[in-house]
């Protein structure tokens, strides 16, 4: 039945002058999104966007679209050329499904484009929603305070459409609308729904990934690149920078203490993709650090590490609980992934007893024994890039 696709967008609605920037970069990111599937024609039409179907099934393109980021709903519709009876027989043809479905009331709510027509919006319904009745008689009831279903009618230009259900989208602005982000991706449950957070705001998203291989395992790399993919649903093609940092670990081991090791090696994570990130013309890192979680990301913690850079440091998930964090991985597919149980560097030397309260002065003297510029070049030159897509 369903011929086309209706793509709602909230806040890019509001952007005045750059209204069409952010359209256009949402058509072509719907475009984009779609390529696995076929060549699909997405185009503009009085303020809105379509996607026509052709033979499609239109659940599994829906599931596609609804991915992009900018997009608040989606709604199949049947669209036919400009007809008014015809526009009745669309009207009726949904209701039927939806009676079938199971619903027990409805009403009908129509939208007039086209002023040639004689009747207001208003009459529109009333006429439309008498004739549904006089054919579906008591199989439905009316109800226009508080129906189950809205059958959607409209009268425009150049053709008629019927639809009634919104499938939710996530929200957001379109990718590329808001500058680069460098995110950190461990293989935890964290940083995969940070970095998905910053992209749904519009951020281009670039990976960096430390490992001590081969103290750590290739699976643990594996995961990590199977999370980017996961990403890259999302984002399109996302580019991962994998640091090796094990020298950096058996240095700090050596001349610093203990307990200072998960503290000092987040630093020179940062000042690393501090510097990829300045390469890649990027305009914010991101973490998954969430106030007081683990012993690293108490409030002292969190000021030594951001003392580490002067790039903006983006934590979308500061003030998150883990539960609410998980919600989020279980619902855009990282979860499964994060829970595996691959180690990951930081776990790998972590001290018994992490400094809980560190001081910014004591962790930079114990900084001064170590040839910070010379370790975080030689790990900057040995980065692997991969380019990770869905
Ligand atoms: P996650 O679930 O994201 O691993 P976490 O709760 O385990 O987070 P930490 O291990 O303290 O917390 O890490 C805090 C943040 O530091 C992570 O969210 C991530 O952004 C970054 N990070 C930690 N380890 C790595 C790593 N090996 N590679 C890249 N980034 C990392
Ligand atoms: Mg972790």
């Not at 390529?35 to 033979?55: A, H, S």
């Not at 099934?57 to 997009?71: L, M, P």
């Not at 009876?85 to 619903?103: H, P, S, V, Y």
């Not at 691959?342 to 170590?370: A, H, Q, W, Y």
């Amino acid at each position: 039945m369903y011929n086309t696709l209706i793509v709602k967008y909230g806040e890019i609605g509001v952007k005045g002058k750059n209204r069409y920037i952010f359209e256009n970069k949402l058509i072509k990111n719907i475009k984009n999104i779609l390529k696995p599937l076929g060549d699909f024609k997405v185009y503009k039409e009085f303020g809105r966007i379509y996607v026509d179907l052709e033979d499609y099934d239109y659940e599994e393109v829906i599931e596609e679209v609804k991915k992009v980021f900018g997009i608040v709903g989606v709604c199949p519709a049947v669209r036919a050329e400009k007809d008014y009876n015809k526009l009745k027989e669309l009207a009726l043809q949904m209701l039927e499904e939806k009676i079938q479905e199971g619903a027990k009331s409805f009403k009908v709510e129509s939208r007039r484009g086209d002023k040639s027509l004689e009747l207001t919006s208003q009459e529109m319904s009333l006429d439309i929603g008498g004739y549904l009745v006089s054919q579906v008689k008591d199989r439905i009831a009316v109800d226009v305070r508080n129906p189950e279903v809205k059958i959607k009618c409209e009268y425009r230009q150049t053709h008629v459409m019927a639809y009634s259900d919104t499938v939710a989208g996530y929200g957001g602005l379109p990718l590329g609308t808001n500058g680069r982000a460098m995110s950190l991706l461990s293989g935890g449950i964290d940083s995969p729904v940070a970095s998905w957070m910053v992209a749904k705001r519009g951020m281009d998203l670039e990976c960096i990934h430390f490992h001590s291989y081969p103290f750590t395992s290739e699976k643990s790399q594996e995961k990590v690149k199977d999370l980017g993919k996961i990403l890259a649903k999302y984002c399109g093609r996302v580019r991962l920078h994998k640091v090796n940092i094990l020298e950096i670990q058996k240095a700090i081991g050596l001349s610093c203490k203990e307990e200072e090791m998960t503290i000092i090696s987040r630093r020179f994570m940062m000042q690393i993709a501090e510097r990829v990130a300045e390469k890649r013309h990027c305009d914010a890192l991101v973490t998954g650090e969430s106030i007081g979680q683990v012993a690293s990301q108490t409030i002292q913690g969190l000021t030594c590490t951001n003392a580490s850079v002067s790039i903006p440091v983006f934590r979308p998930l500061i003030a998150m609980d883990k539960t609410e964090i998980v919600d989020i991985a279980q619902k855009i597919g990282t979860f499964e992934t994060s829970i595996l149980p691959e180690e990951d560097c930081c776990t790998v030397f972590s001290p018994k007893k992490p400094v809980t309260k560190p001081k910014l002065d004591r962790i930079e003297m114990s900084e001064r024994k170590l040839d910070v510029e010379k370790l975080i070049q030689d790990a900057i030159d040995n980065i692997e890039v991969e380019d990770l897509e869905f």
